[in-house]
């Protein structure tokens, strides 16, 4: 897989997965973002039209509150919910 840069504004989280999100957690990643960067990408897939997140909730929404325009990102096959 290789890494790459995603626009956040076209990644799209399905409200299974939006239902696990923890402010805290969020916080933590955006602080560690902050002084670290971001260390592992978040994996998506694409349907033709977005990315469709598969994991890395978390990260997505730390780099969201940092005010990013971009994620560091692999595209996966992944079976469609």
């Avoid at 402010?23 to 602080?31: I, M, S």
């Avoid at 897939?45 to 971009?70: I, Q, Y």
Wanted: glycine share 6%.
């Amino acid at each position: 897989m290789k890494d790459e840069k995603i626009p956040i504004e076209e990644v799209y989280v399905p409200a299974k997965r939006r239902a696990t999100l923890n402010p805290e957690t969020v916080e933590q990643l955006a602080a560690a973002i902050l002084e670290e960067g971001q260390k592992s990408p978040i994996l998506v897939r694409h349907d033709g039209k977005r990315f469709v997140l598969v994991e890395g909730l978390h990260r997505l929404e730390a780099c969201k509150a940092l005010g990013e325009e971009t994620i560091l990102g692999n595209r996966v096959q992944a079976r469609k919910y």
